[in-house]
């Protein structure tokens, strides 16, 4: 994941969303009401780059929509993070980061692993 996309502390998102470099309150409000992914690292939280629409200035909509989903279901940050990353029988193999443009694809998949209820199913049934 960090290899592939980056992990950006909050300074770093925000500067890439380009909303300025240091913590500032329109980085704060993506954090504060769950629309980015976080995951901790030696007890820091870092953002991944597969989330973020650099040239847009904004979270890809359809990773917001999976992020709230898995949440909902109960997942972790961590298990959300690699359930994109794992390869999908869904998908034919790919994996869900693969194909987080294509939004009808990329939440039905959600769907269809995470469940529909709080704890319904966990990141190991892809």
């Known amino acids: 994941m960090e ?14 969303l380009g909303f300025g470099a240091g913590p500032n309150l329109r980085a704060g409000q993506l ?8 995951v901790q690292r030696g007890g820091t939280f870092l953002y991944p780059g597969f989330q973020f629409d650099e040239p847009a200035g ?3 909509p359809a990773v917001k929509d999976v992020v709230r989903r898995g949440r909902w ?4 940050d961590e298990q959300i993070a690699l359930w994109f990353y794992s ?7 790919r994996r869900p980061v693969d194909v987080r443009d294509d939004e009808e694809k990329l939440i039905t ?5 995470m469940g529909g209820a709080p704890g319904a199913s966990s990141p190991s049934g892809s």
């Open 3 to 16: 290899q592939e996309h980056g992990l950006y502390s909050i300074s770093e998102a925000a500067q890439r």
């Open 31 to 38: 954090t504060g009401r769950g629309r980015v992914l976080a």
């Open 58 to 60: 904004r979270t890809v």
């Open 73 to 76: 279901a109960g997942w972790k």
């Open 87 to 93: 390869p999908n029988t869904s998908l034919q193999g």
């Open 109 to 113: 998949t959600a769907e269809k692993d």
